[in-house]
């Protein structure tokens, strides 16, 4: 019997009906997905703005801390001025204080109690102290500052021997692997450990640098690497990168970590007593050394060119992009964009295949760009906020292309559905936004009513998106984040002053002018690097007359108008024990952003 013969018989109606089913739920499955693909790609692009936003102002930050140093450096040119006023801080910004030939001296300030229980580090270093040393970290042990000053002043007579450009090689059947930023992100390392093996002869690694800064374990990080380097210094490759730097550091969190993990102002540079100056010694973890002298050497001859400096930013803080030609990196404010045509020049002038880099965040971990040549790879996942991006590293070898990993450290937030995972990751980038508008409310408040020439309170989409640019300079999509910033009435029309309306800056004393709060909490960060620095004795507390002195010369070079009696009265008022001194870093958690209400959150439950 053929299917002719089925249909003669009345089977045919039969099959006709199951194939309009079919066909039916064929395009309600059509229409499900191509739904499904929208939805999916809207989350997608409003995380891909989040990242945007934390991006944009990463680099506005960083271009700050730039400035910070044009500051020092103004101080530097300035040196004989205030050198007559200030005999001692000059000196304390730009003198070294660590001797190679005191290397026992420093070690003889601290010994290891036998109640310590941490790594216990057995030198010369072998693959045992690697592995003990990560088994003590997952149980969130601390290494003792004792193996800390070992390890950092045997690494640093290992990398003197070394040149600034080392050689690896690889072959058909041996790979090397390629780690970007990593960023006090000690999971991460873990992870990567875990799924490609630890460091050994046979399988090397290059870290691309920013070991530290952000993250919780930039010291746990950094043991690892500087331990692993020890044991196969021709396996492990370690280069610098921008967040390996004594001023960032104290911007971004490293010197913080180590003040809360060790209690001494750095265990990078050890305080020793001038000859005479009564110091008080103490030896068991977590104690303090005070001196109230600093020994230092070395002289100003010895401090980079600014040809030299300049080369070293624009290796350190450069980005790739799609533009021909080389120019200002204007988002970071140092370095520079370069783009494929400069690719090719410099891989051809010195016959390379490929420049693998890292120091930005890609949303999947790693990126390809100017026509293969360029990859970046970044291995913090998570680093702007949970759920934010991925981490990756690359495995390469002799005549094949390079093998991309990634992957992501999951907490319990990330098994939420993925509309909760990019709501989360959005309210956290529009409350920095959000913090950014109210530090510079004075300045857009100003811009508005420039444009708003009718002072109805409103302006159009354009305008408004004008002035939060040319006032803010953050490259961002303003119309598409209106929405999330601002209120409109039916015609499209912004009333810029709601921008406002859930934020604001707390004030420590009611009576003080707002453009002053605002101007000390928009420049917080630079202040309290600056203050640390001039903390001579590390009390935590500074005159009032260094207080005055610095922020005059602070408002100076960063051409700041305010009233010199405005500051000074805000200072007298802090100075709550009338004693001549304040806490600076006290002094400034009295700014602090308050959110009345987040209406992202209240859209939680909503589908995008």
């Avoid at 941490?118 to 088994?135: A, C, N, S, W, Y």
């Avoid at 969190?253 to 005479?276: A, C, N, Q």
């Avoid at 004693?579 to 987040?598: C, M």
Wanted: charged fraction near 25%; glycine fraction near 6%; include cysteine.
């Amino acid at each position: 019997m053929n299917i002719q013969d089925l249909e003669d018989m009345g089977c045919g109606t039969s099959s006709a009906t199951k194939d309009k089913k079919s066909g039916k739920a064929l395009k309600a499955a059509l229409v499900i997905q191509n739904w499904y693909r929208t939805y999916r790609d809207r989350l997608k692009t409003r995380q891909r703005y989040a990242l945007t936003i934390f991006q944009s102002i990463e680099y506005a930050d960083e271009q700050g801390q730039l400035q910070l140093s044009n500051f020092f450096s103004f101080m530097l040119e300035n040196y004989t001025r205030v050198q007559e006023k200030e005999p001692g801080l000059v000196t304390r910004l730009f003198g070294s204080s660590i001797q190679d030939k005191d290397r026992q001296d420093y070690l003889g300030l601290i010994e290891v109690p036998d109640s310590y229980c941490g790594p216990r580090l057995q030198f010369p270093l072998t693959f045992t102290d690697i592995d003990l040393l990560i088994e003590g970290f997952k149980q969130q042990q601390i290494l003792h500052a004792y193996y800390v000053l070992e390890v950092l002043f045997e690494t640093k007579k290992v990398l003197q021997q070394m040149p600034n450009f080392t050689h690896t090689s690889t072959s058909p059947s041996k790979e090397i692997t390629i780690c970007g930023d990593l960023h006090g992100k000690l999971d991460d390392l873990f992870l990567i450990f875990y799924k490609n093996g630890l460091p050994s002869v046979n399988n090397p690694y290059v870290f691309n640098g920013d070991f530290v800064d952000r993250g919780k374990n930039s010291m746990e990080i950094l043991m690892i690497l500087f331990v692993s380097f020890l044991v196969y210094p021709n396996d492990l490759h370690l280069n610098r990168g921008n967040h390996e730097d004594f001023m960032m550091n104290m911007r971004y969190g490293f010197t913080k970590e180590i003040l809360h993990k060790y209690k001494m102002r750095s265990v990078l540079m050890p305080p020793i007593p001038m000859d005479g100056d009564p110091a008080e010694k103490k030896n068991k973890l977590g104690t303090t050394i005070v001196a109230q002298g600093i020994r230092t050497t070395g002289s100003f001859s010895e401090l980079l060119t600014k040809q030299e400096w300049e080369q070293v930013v624009d290796i350190l803080w450069s980005d790739p992009r799609g533009k021909r030609g080389c120019y200002p990196n204007t988002n970071r404010g140092g370095g520079c964009y370069f783009g494929p045509d400069i690719t090719a020049k410099i891989l051809n002038k010195y016959q390379l295949k490929m420049l693998v880099r890292s120091h930005e965040c890609k949303p999947e971990g790693y990126e390809i760009c100017h026509d293969g040549k360029v990859i970046t790879v970044f291995s913090a996942s998570n680093y702007y906020e949970e759920g934010s991006n991925r981490g990756a590293y690359i495995r390469m070898s002799s005549g094949t292309t390079p093998q991309f990993f990634q992957y992501q450290i999951t907490r319990a937030t990330c098994f939420r559905p993925l509309y909760q995972r990019v709501n989360a990751i959005e309210s956290s980038a529009i409350r920095m936004l959000k913090e950014r508008m109210i530090s510079r409310k004075t300045d857009l408040t100003r811009a508005f009513q420039l444009q708003d020439r009718n002072k109805s309170g409103k302006l159009s989409m354009g305008q408004w998106a004008f002035s939060m640019e040319n006032v803010l300079g953050l490259n961002l999509p303003w119309r598409s984040l209106s929405s999330h910033l601002v209120t409109k009435d039916k015609d499209g029309n912004i009333d810029y002053m709601s921008g406002f309306q859930d934020v604001h800056i707390q004030k420590p004393v009611k009576e003080v002018q707002s453009t002053l709060i605002e101007t000390v909490y928009r420049y917080r960060s630079d202040l309290q690097i600056i203050f640390n620095i001039i903390d001579s004795d590390h009390s935590g507390l500074i005159s009032m007359e260094e207080f005055r002195s610095m922020w005059k010369l602070f408002k100076s070079h960063y051409s700041v108008h305010i009233d010199d009696s405005q500051f000074d009265e805000l200072a007298e008022r802090m100075d709550l024990n009338k004693d001549g001194s304040i806490d600076f870093n006290e002094f400034l958690k009295a700014f602090y952003v308050v959110h009345k209400f987040d209406k992202l959150n209240k859209s939680d439950n909503k589908l995008a």
